[in-house]
């Protein structure tokens, strides 16, 4: 990657500072900016910018601290932005010449970014009750107060953009291209869809933390238009449909992503709201509705992917309207073939499911909301409904909200879905049809006539059967009991669908007045939700990750650094694909870790529940794709009752969760020190876990890493704490500051009596790959950690890792000193001397003859740095051979001393044999 990133601290005050110089900003970055929180499972910021190639670039928040970037080739910057509150503050970015660009008013809170066709263009003041809603968006007490919305101008390109055009059409009609408060007059004109769900979340869930909105639609407008040509690559087996270009420019293929969207490619957000497919749904008519399905399905999914992975923040939430009725009541009788059908059964495939494609994502079903607005049947005046159906899915999706947190709700008690479809199977003995649902989604289910229906419940069931291949459908009265809807057939059919037209008279719904999804299928035997086969491990899946307590620190992969919350099953196999074949597996990487946000809850019994929208699949089916790739798979959790991103901890379910991982498989578990309820003794956590995987070892022969927070005394806990753990924690939470990797390594020294083989002093993970450090900081991390044989977690997006840092992650020799047991079992490195900013680190390797020497530059400028051989042991008048690890290549032979001049903060790993 050819743009260097650096990091911001932010910390908003009332002053600015100003250094004079020539950048380019996208238009988003203006005064009344809302750059996206990490707050509550949020996402990392970033700003970005254009500059003369090799420009350093200077960016200034008020009260806070200036940091600086320099343009890559190209002349692309990009910041990363860390919030300390939500603002207002001032951020003031310069280059070396020319005038600075300044964003006052910059506040930090959940940015949404809203897109699709006419339907999310259709504007607040033709929704129901439009009078009202437009009062309380402008209400300065109301659940919008601090709302903050951007118009995306209408425009379309043949190439993909830094910047949007600025001098295009405006949805709105008036205030494009900035940031804009809530007035009656622009507000009305906004996307009712993109306004009325932020509203809802904030009502349900967020109160009054800033919300900045996007909203980049246009009317009439495919997919296709809004894919990028990597997306639209992914679905190469679908011909283009024919488009001509001088007349309808927006919907050549990547118009829209490359002028509306790939502007905004490096604003980070909490989720998408996506209201689209109707004009799909037009050019599929006539074609076989399989094909359909599976078109746009793949280009649904293709394109959620690929706005994710050019975001870079890991599977940031997408939310999808399903599709509502386009057509009056009265036209249900004759079924006209308007595709609708097909595009619903796609966006159903495009949500978190097992074993699907797509995770933190969800749907709102829409079928029973059918109607008539000034624009037509085609768009549903019911956005309100629309709106709320959306937002629930938000709220669980995005912010992992479950159950409880639903039916206790003052606002709304209703839950996110309607009823969900488990298995359909045929009961041939008493000749039944029998669709399961899932329980806590089926409560209290019944049928309901949708509003303006002419033939309603009492005279069209929506559950239709097939009997032959090609033969006609029959509907079937079906009888509802709990959370199961059985059919009465004489004969097993061969299909089975429900709410299969685009106007659906009546639906199934729950206790909360919520529908269940359309649905079609010719798999009776047993029907899941994905309609894919579970992954089934092998024998050896399991054998392949069993085996003796470590001895050297482990190495394998963690989530936070990188991805934070938007973690998820799909993104962990690609990990593991990655890992076993980039090279790192081969040098000895093994454990995939998923840090926190994965669990929501516990049953009855005390087991711990995955995330349902992060892990549809369940974490054994994680861990047996992680097994099959050869590698280890591993999770987090902390000492105290909620984890440091608020979700349940171990507090008194130690052995319980210990049993469950070792059920699933488990091969690591990070135990943190966060918040709730705690144990009065520090160590009861950890040794209740020890005794539980002990337990897991002698049954199953599985050995499961303890890694733990935190020990820093050798005195005090470090006389105990190796009998409890193999790792532990000795630093707050590494940043992607130089300052934050030396202080965290230097504090390592004073611990290093307390190491030994299977029982480390941890630093924390790596940053090598993120934002924040130069190539050469990244090395010099690396290179320290391996001499303090301290544990190797790479922290960064391996799926798409460049070059320069499978480099560093992969360095054959300086991963050796890393996992040698050193000499008399001391295993970690420890600094030699210290001199101004000249530093020397020594380990002494296990066969008592070899020693690994790191020379380190702390300083701002380029200087020699040498070892002499006798503070070594080594006598002055021996030759030494010299090895450079990193480089993998021998220096020469010397006496006395070496010396090396090394740039600032850079640092070589020399390994020295006497002769």
Request: some cysteine.
């Amino acid at each position: 990657m050819g743009v260097q990133l650096l990091p911001i601290a932010l910390v908003c005050a009332a002053v600015a500072t100003t250094v004079h110089g020539a950048v380019r900003l996208p238009a988003w970055f203006s005064d009344g900016v809302v750059l996206q929180t990490n707050a509550e499972y949020g996402a990392r910021s970033f700003i970005n910018g254009l500059a003369s190639p090799g420009e350093s670039v200077s960016v200034a928040v008020s009260g806070g601290v200036t940091y600086q970037a320099v343009a890559d080739a190209a002349g692309t910057w990009v910041v990363e932005v860390r919030a300390h509150g939500s603002g207002p503050c001032t951020v003031t970015v310069s280059g070396e010449n020319g005038p600075s660009v300044t964003a006052h008013d910059v506040q930090f809170g959940d940015v949404f970014f809203c897109s699709g066709q006419s339907n999310m263009v259709f504007p607040l003041e033709l929704a129901l009750n439009s009078s009202a809603e437009i009062a309380t968006a402008v209400d300065p007490r109301g659940d919008a107060k601090n709302f903050k919305y951007f118009t995306v101008p209408l425009a379309t390109s043949d190439n993909e953009e830094f910047d949007i055009n600025r001098k295009g059409k405006c949805n709105t009609g008036v205030n494009c291209s900035q940031w804009v408060s809530a007035t009656a007059d622009y507000v009305k004109g906004f996307s009712a869809v993109c306004y009325l769900t932020a509203r809802n979340i904030a009502a349900l869930h967020t109160g009054s933390r800033p919300v900045g909105l996007v909203f980049s639609a246009w009317g009439g407008t495919r997919i296709e238009a809004w894919m990028s040509s990597d997306a639209l690559g992914k679905c190469a087996e679908f011909p283009p449909h024919p488009v001509n270009p001088s007349k309808s420019p927006q919907e050549v293929r990547s118009a829209l992503w490359n002028a509306m969207v790939a502007p905004f490619q490096f604003m980070a957000v909490r989720a998408v709201f996506w209201y689209q497919g109707e004009a799909n749904a037009d050019q599929g008519k006539g074609n076989p509705e399989e094909q359909h399905v599976a078109e746009y399905s793949c280009k649904l999914q293709a394109m959620v992917a690929d706005w994710r992975e050019k975001k870079g923040m890991g599977d940031v939430a997408f939310l999808n309207m399903q599709l509502p009725p386009s057509i009056p009541p009265a036209s249900s009788t004759a079924d006209p073939q308007t595709g609708r059908m097909a595009i619903r059964a796609a966006e159903a495939q495009a949500v978190s499911r097992t074993n699907g494609s797509t995770d933190i994502a969800g749907m709102a079903v829409t079928i029973d909301l059918g109607g008539k607005s000034a624009w037509g049947y085609d768009h549903p005046i019911n956005k309100n409904e629309m709106s709320w159906r959306l937002a629930r899915q938000a709220v669980h999706v995005a912010y992992a909200q479950q159950l409880s947190f639903f039916r206790s709700n003052p606002v709304s008690s209703a839950i996110w879905t309607g009823p969900e479809l488990d298995s359909v199977s045929y009961d041939a003995g008493n000749k039944n049809v029998v669709l399961s649902l899932v329980g806590y989604s089926a409560e209290g289910i019944y049928l309901k006539d949708v509003p303006n229906c002419t033939l309603c419940c009492a005279k069209q069931s929506p559950f239709e059967v097939q009997l032959s291949a090609n033969g006609t459908w029959t509907t079937v009265v079906p009888t509802l009991c709990a959370a199961e809807v059985t059919l009465s057939v004489a004969v097993a059919p061969v299909a089975v669908r429900y709410a299969w037209h685009d106007f659906v008279e009546c639906v199934l719904v729950n206790n909360d007045s919520l529908p269940m999804g359309p649905f079609k299928t010719t798999d009776l035997a047993r029907t899941s939700t994905t309609g894919e086969a579970q992954f089934e491990p092998t024998s050896a899946v399991h054998t392949a990750s069993r085996g003796s307590p470590i001895q050297s620190p482990p190495m394998g992969f963690n989530s936070w650094n990188f991805y934070h919350c938007n973690i998820d099953e799909n993104e962990i196999k690609q990990i593991a694909d990655a890992m076993a074949t980039n090279g790192m597996r081969d040098v000895g990487y093994e454990y995939i870790n998923i840090d926190d946000c994965w669990q929501v809850g516990r049953e009855s019994n005390g087991t711990i529940i995955a995330d349902p929208a992060r892990f549809p699949s369940g974490m054994k089916a994680v861990a047996d794709y992680v097994h099959s790739k050869g590698l280890k798979f591993g999770v987090y959790t902390a000492r105290g009752s909620r984890t440091c991103q608020n979700r349940p901890g171990s507090y008194t379910y130690e052995l319980v969760d210990a049993a469950t991982y070792c059920d699933w498989g488990l091969d690591y578990l990070k135990n943190d020190n966060c918040g709730g309820n705690n144990w009065k003794v520090e160590n009861e956590s950890w040794v209740r876990f020890k005794q539980g995987f002990d337990k897991c070892f002698a049954d199953t022969g599985r050995y499961i890493v303890k890694s733990i927070e935190y020990c820093r005394s050798p005195t005090d806990c470090g006389q105990w704490i190796g009998d409890v753990a193999n790792l532990w924690r000795t630093t707050g939470d590494i940043q992607n500051t130089w300052a934050s990797v030396m202080g965290n390594i230097h504090s390592q020294n004073d611990m290093a009596p307390v190491a030994r083989p299977g029982a480390f002093n941890d630093p924390d993970m790596l940053q090598v790959g993120n934002v924040g450090l130069t190539l050469t900081e990244q090395k010099t991390h690396f290179l320290l950690w391996c001499i303090a044989s301290a544990p190797l977690l790479a922290a960064t997006d391996l799926i798409h890792a460049n070059a320069d840092t499978l480099k560093i992650l992969t360095a054959s020799e300086l991963i050796a000193v890393n996992q040698d047991l050193g000499k008399n079992n001391a295993i970690q490195g420890r600094i030699l001397n210290s001199t101004g900013d000249a530093e020397v680190w020594v380990k002494y390797l296990a066969d008592k003859k070899t020693i690994a020497v790191a020379l380190v530059n702390l300083g701002d400028a380029a200087q020699a740095v040498s070892v002499v051989f006798a503070d070594v042991g080594i006598a002055a008048d021996t030759s030494v051979a010299v090895r450079d690890a990193y480089a993998r290549k021998d220096v020469g032979s010397f006496k006395g001393t070496y010396t090396q001049t090394l740039d600032s903060h850079d640092s070589v790993l020399l390994v020295l044999t006497p002769q």
